[in-house]
C-alpha cells in the first residue's frame, strides 16, 4: 500500500489533499520560479495527527516538507519529488498569555501580526515584524530566523524566542528552552528551515508597547550621503527601533503604490523610527536630527497614523516593485554597515551589465540587503540572467565580510553560493548537525546544505588557506 494511501487510511476526510490540481496550491512557496508537485499535502488539525503522519513517511522512506504560510522567498517549503508537504497552517492557536511574565505560547501556524492583536489589550506587542506579518506564520518565522524593520533594536526571531517544542522525525517530543539550553540548541533550531525537527509550540516574549514612537524621514541628494547617515546614527549612540534605506527607484515606485508622500527627486531615503518615553524618544530625536541636518529633505511624523503611513511605503514596496514589471526577483544578503553605499554603487554597475533594473531596499541598520531584480520571465534567458545577476551580488556580500542571507534563509535558492561562504570541513560539520536529529535524510531532504560533490562541480568550493579541500574530486 503507498503513502498516500496509507496516509488516506489513517487520517479523516479533509486532512490529505491529493491530485495534481488540488496540489498546485502548494507547489511553490514565495519563490515562485522554482516549482515542485509533491505527492500529497496533509493539513493536521492536532498533534497526534502530525505525529501519525511523520511514522507513516518514515516507514515508507518518504520526504516530508514542513509549510508554513508559504511566505518564505528561498524555496524552502517547495516540495520536493514524491514527498509529503506537511502543512501546520490549522495548528493556529494561541494557547496561553502570561501577562506577568510577559510571555505567549502559540502553535506554530499562528500568524505574526495575529500575536501582537492578541495581546494589544495587556499593553503589549510581539516585535519582529517582516513586511508579510500579514500573512507569515510564527513556526515558518522560526524556521527562517526572520527580522523585519524593528529588528535592530528588538533582535530577529531567534533574539525573541524563549522555548520551542519539537517533534523529532521519530515523533519524539522534544522541549529546547532558553533556561536550560546549554548546547545552544534553541539557537540552532532557529533559521534550521525544517532540516532538524517538526516545530510544534513556541514560547515568544512581548514587550511592553512604547508610550511614544517617532519616524524621521530624511531624504539624500546620493546614496553614498544617505549610507553615511546610517552609520553616523549609531554612531551617536542612538540604536533606533527601526533604521531603513531606500534608492531612488524603490522611492518612486512604493510611492506610486501607498502615496505617503516620500519625496520622488531624492537619490535615497532613509527612515528612523525612535520610541520609548516621552523624554527618551524627545532627547534621540534631538540628537538625530542633528546627524540628519545635511538632508535635502527632514520630516518627523507628528501622529502615530503619520508614522504609520511612512512605514507603509517601506513595507509595500515589494508589491509595489511588482507592479513595476512582469516578475521580480527578491534577493536577501548582509553586509558590514560601512559597506553599504559600496554595495550600492556595485549593484549599480551590476544592472548595466546585466541590463536589468534593480530597486534596493536594505534593513540598513543591520546591513540587511534586499534588492529587488526586475525580469520577464517570458524572455528566453532572462530568468537565467536574474539568477546570475543575484549569484554575484551574494558573493560581493561574502567578500565584503557578510553573509548570503540575512532572514529568508538558504532553501533551493542558494545552495550554490553557500560553497562560496563555507569551506568544506564547515559544511561537513552542518552535514553532521543534520545526521544526528535525521539520520534518514527525510525532513526537507537537499535544502540549505550542498553536497560537496555539488560544490566541486560548480567549481565553487571554499578554498581554505590556499588550498582547495578533496582534490581527488574531479572538477568540471
Not at 565584503?400 to 550554490?416: A, D, P, W
Not at 536529529?437 to 560533490?453: I, R, T
Amino acid at each position: 500500500m503507498s503513502v498516500v494511501h496509507q496516509l488516506l487510511r489513517a487520517l479523516h476526510k479533509g486532512i490529505v489533499i491529493t491530485g495534481s490540481e488540488n496540489t498546485r496550491a502548494y507547489e511553490c512557496d514565495g519563490l515562485s520560479v522554482y516549482r515542485q508537485k509533491p505527492l500529497a499535502v496533509v493539513l493536521p488539525e492536532n498533534i497526534e495527527q502530525v505525529k501519525q503522519v511523520l511514522q507513516i513517511c518514515k516507514t515508507n522512506n518518504a520526504p516530508v516538507v514542513t509549510r508554513g504560510a508559504g511566505t518564505g522567498l528561498s524555496g524552502g517549503a517547495m516540495p520536493l519529488e514524491k514527498s509529503i508537504v506537511l502543512g501546520l497552517s490549522k495548528l493556529n492557536r494561541v494557547k496561553s498569555i502570561d501577562v506577568k511574565n510577559r510571555l505567549a505560547v502559540l502553535e506554530p501556524g499562528v500568524r505574526n501580526i495575529a500575536i501582537s492583536e492578541a495581546v494589544k489589550e495587556h499593553g503589549l506587542y510581539y516585535a519582529p515584524d517582516p513586511s508579510s506579518q500579514i500573512a507569515c506564520s510564527i513556526g515558518g518565522n522560526v524556521a527562517e530566523n526572520s527580522g523585519g524593520v524593528h529588528c535592530l533594536k528588538y533582535g530577529l526571531t531567534v533574539h525573541n524566542v524563549e522555548a520551542l517544542k519539537v517533534l523529532t522525525v521519530d515523533g519524539e517530543e522534544l522541549v529546547l528552552s532558553r533556561k536550560d539550553d546549554g548546547l545552544g540548541l534553541l539557537a540552532l533550531m532557529n533559521g534550521s528551515e525544517g532540516l532538524l525537527g517538526i516545530i510544534i509550540e513556541i514560547t515568544v516574549k512581548l514587550i511592553p508597547m512604547p508610550q511614544l514612537a517617532k519616524v524621521v524621514m530624511a531624504a539624500f541628494d546620493s546614496v553614498r550621503d544617505c549610507a553615511n547617515a546610517v552609520a553616523d546614527i549609531i554612531k551617536a549612540g542612538i540604536i533606533p527601533a527601526g533604521l531603513e534605506m531606500m534608492d531612488k527607484f524603490a522611492i518612486e515606485a512604493a510611492e506610486g503604490f501607498a502615496q505617503v508622500g516620500y519625496p520622488l527627486d531624492a537619490e535615497a531615503l532613509l527612515l528612523c523610527e525612535l520610541d520609548g518615553t516621552e523624554a527618551q524618544v524627545q532627547a534621540e530625536l534631538d540628537t538625530v536630527l542633528k546627524v540628519l541636518s545635511g538632508a535635502s529633505t527632514l520630516k518627523v511624523s507628528e501622529s502615530e497614523a503619520e508614522r504609520l503611513d511612512l512605514w507603509k511605503g517601506r513595507k509595500s514596496a515589494f508589491p509595489a516593485v511588482g507592479r513595476l514589471s512582469p516578475d521580480y526577483y527578491c534577493m536577501d544578503g548582509t553586509i558590514p554597515r560601512r559597506h553599504l553605499a559600496d554595495m550600492l554603487e556595485k549593484i549599480n554597475e551590476l544592472s548595466k551589465k546585466y541590463k536589468l533594473r534593480v530597486a534596493n531596499v536594505f534593513h540598513a541598520g543591520d546591513g540587511n540587503l534586499h534588492p529587488l531584480i526586475l525580469y520577464d520571465a517570458n524572455v528566453p534567458g532572462e530568468l537565467e540572467k536574474t539568477e546570475e545577476f543575484g549569484t554575484d551580488i551574494l558573493k560581493l556580500s561574502v567578500d565584503m565580510g557578510g553573509t548570503i542571507t540575512g532572514e529568508h534563509g538558504v532553501g533551493v535558492e542558494k545552495l550554490n553560493v553557500m560553497c562560496h561562504q563555507f569551506n568544506s570541513k564547515e559544511l561537513e560539520i552542518f552535514h553532521k548537525i543534520k545526521q544526528a536529529f535525521d539520520p534518514d535524510s527525510l525532513l526537507n531532504p537537499g535544502k540549505a546544505v550542498p553536497e560537496l560533490h555539488r560544490c566541486a562541480e560548480l567549481g565553487a568550493m571554499h578554498v581554505h588557506n590556499g588550498k582547495l579541500p578533496h582534490p581527488e574530486l574531479e572538477r568540471f
